[in-house]
């Protein structure tokens, strides 16, 4: 690896010239032509009647993969200029290009998924037997049968053109709410108007008088914009319950199950486990509550810090421990993350006008990723550095599947990316200088597990409810108010002395429209990246190799049969679920131990 490493990613060898790139402007101009000329075949194709006649939609499915691909290169560049400088108005123009193009691929998919569906059963299954077929038969089988249970291919593709300026627009406006959002706080005896990000980092300040002092006007903020997002709400839960009666669905959560692959039978078992080991949580959480003197935790000391690492890690060091530890479990891995780092497919410099968060995304046509974070020095900077590249080495080694099967979803994608985080914050728990520093450390990686644990299942108690009490009309601020802190108190058992009613207003997940439900599949990665890495943790090297090919498969099989095929695990019954909670359980096990005395 390069001994001094670039702090700022590589965006030239993509397209040169940034937001004004005329290479960028060429590749979407062949891109629109070509789609436009896909729609023509698509809509002059008529339905195969025997083997013979499947044969002439083999190069129509070559270009719907070559035209995802392509989509994925330009998303993706489009969204790394403006998260590096968000006053660039140039690529806020390409990014309305994107969705477009975006909304014209997706008719064109929907049109050619009701020719699959009105294919009669003997044809298609000689079809999906063909050599050519066989390799994404699990993906045409996906998607015929999900054509046969939408409404007809026109009313499907109203229903997208429709919600670009209705459905995706109120999340649209969500955005534009959030950008008012001004928070008076004291810095330094002076007064200064923070931003809702700004805001939120202080809210797990070391200070409680600084917690407790923001939190009041967190609550005040967002009271005072709950009006604007309780109608963004209402109306975003109006748009998909309204679609889902249309098409005959009357379980809401019948699309997330199938974007995510997974069964009802298999979420109601990754909660029944996670609750009966809640227990155990509320232990470490009462001894945290000791630690930092007080009573009960509430809301903002769930996330507080107990203590300071106080040495500060330098880029190059998190990049030299990220790869060393990677090489214990995957030398590939390791492989890949010194590539991104030696490539300069990063972008870490803390710097103003970048966006904040952190994402990983692919660059299909190009086979490589770029990731994104403002790097500080910190533990949880290097997790978030960890946790992107474990995203990276996912399409990394799918890079060579058919198009159609590296389309695999968020709850896997965590998957990968959470095992990425793990592998390196045990190695820093290890490695800790000290006791305290062991302690902080290992604090913070059972933070994770509280979160995963209790706020996203309150998240997913609160959207659930929801969206049955929507189908009987709109509900008032008040009544989401109560339902969050109703949700909340239920899945943190009732341990906090405080809420956070107004939690609805202010998280950006309940608003995104890409993925319904954004809650549940998070708690699937961490635990099902868990459960993978106990296994991987009995079976030391060679369990490498069966890594990859599960990754492999994240695309086309349901994560049911990813799970019996690799790891020989029913998702479905409890024991996978208990194994992960297992390493839970030794790590909270082990904080009670050291802080006994403390306490």
Request: proline fraction near 3%; aromatic fraction near 10%.
């Amino acid at each position: 690896m390069n001994n001094n490493l670039k702090l700022t990613w590589d965006l030239e060898s993509i397209f040169p010239g940034g937001s004004a790139s005329s290479e960028y402007q060429a590749f979407m101009d062949t891109l629109e032509k070509d789609l436009l000329k896909l729609k023509t075949d698509v809509q002059s194709a008529t339905v195969p009647t025997n083997l013979e006649e499947t044969k002439a939609f083999d190069a129509m499915i070559s270009d719907i993969g070559s035209c995802i691909s392509r989509i994925s290169e330009g998303s993706a560049f489009v969204s790394c200029l403006q998260a590096q400088d968000q006053g660039d108005t140039k690529a806020v123009q390409l990014s309305g290009r994107v969705s477009n193009l975006l909304a014209l691929l997706k008719t064109i998919i929907t049109q050619f998924d009701d020719i699959k569906g009105r294919t009669d059963d003997q044809t298609w299954k000689a079809w999906m037997e063909r050599e050519e077929i066989q390799a994404i038969s699990y993906v045409m089988n996906e998607s015929r049968e999900q054509a046969r249970e939408k409404m007809s291919p026109e009313l499907e593709s109203l229903a997208l053109d429709l919600a670009v300026d209705g459905y995706h627009g109120w999340s649209d406006h969500y955005d534009t709410i959030v950008s008012h959002v001004k928070i008076p706080f004291e810095v330094d005896g002076e007064t200064v108007l923070l931003s809702a990000g700004q805001a939120h980092n202080k809210l797990y300040d070391a200070d409680k008088e600084v917690r407790d002092a923001m939190f009041v006007k967190w609550k005040e903020a967002w009271a005072d914009k709950a009006d604007y997002c309780g109608d963004t709400l209402n109306h975003l839960g109006g748009f998909r319950l309204k679609l889902y009666e249309r098409r005959g669905w009357d379980e809401v959560l019948k699309e997330p199950l199938a974007i995510n692959r997974m069964s009802n039978a298999t979420l109601d078992s990754m909660w029944s486990v996670i609750q009966d080991n809640k227990p155990l949580l509320l232990k470490y959480m009462e001894r945290k509550a000791k630690l930092l003197g007080v009573e009960k935790l509430s809301w903002v000391d769930v996330d507080a810090p107990i203590g300071k690492v106080s040495s500060k890690v330098s880029y190059q060091e998190a990049a030299e421990t990220i790869v060393d530890q990677f090489r214990k479990f995957s030398p590939k891995m390791a492989d890949f993350a010194e590539m991104a780092f030696d490539k300069s497919w990063i972008e870490a410099e803390d710097r103003p006008g970048k966006r904040p968060g952190g994402f990983c995304t692919s660059l299909k046509v190009s086979k490589a990723t770029r990731i994104f974070m403002t790097y500080s020095g910190t533990a949880s900077n290097v997790s978030t550095l960890a946790h992107e590249l474990g995203h990276g080495y996912h399409q990394h080694v799918m890079n060579e599947l058919p198009p159609l099967n590296q389309l695999y979803a968020m709850n896997v994608a965590e998957t990968a990316s959470t095992l990425a985080e793990m592998i390196v914050a045990d190695a820093m728990v290890k490695k800790a200088s000290d006791e305290q520093e062991k302690l902080v450390l290992l604090e913070d990686k059972i933070q994770r597990s509280v979160a995963f644990y209790m706020n996203i299942h309150a998240r997913f108690l609160f959207e659930t409810r929801f969206y049955e009490k929507r189908k009987n009309g709109l509900l008032s601020v008040q009544e989401l108010n109560d339902l969050m802190e109703e949700a909340q108190k239920e899945a943190y058992c009732e341990a906090l002395s405080e809420y956070e009613p107004t939690f609805w207003c202010s998280k950006l997940h309940f608003y995104i429209t890409g993925v319904p439900f954004y809650n549940f599949p998070y708690t699937f990665g961490y635990m099902f990246s868990t459960g993978i890495y106990a296994q991987a943790l009995q079976q030391g090297s060679s369990f490498a190799d069966k890594y990859d090919a599960l990754l492999k498969d994240t695309g086309a099989m349901t994560v049911e049969e990813l799970a019996k095929k690799h790891l020989n695990a029913d998702l479905t019954g409890r024991d996978f679920w208990q194994g992960a909670s297992d390493l839970l359980t030794r790590d909270i096990e082990e904080f009670l131990n050291m802080t006994e005395s403390l306490a």
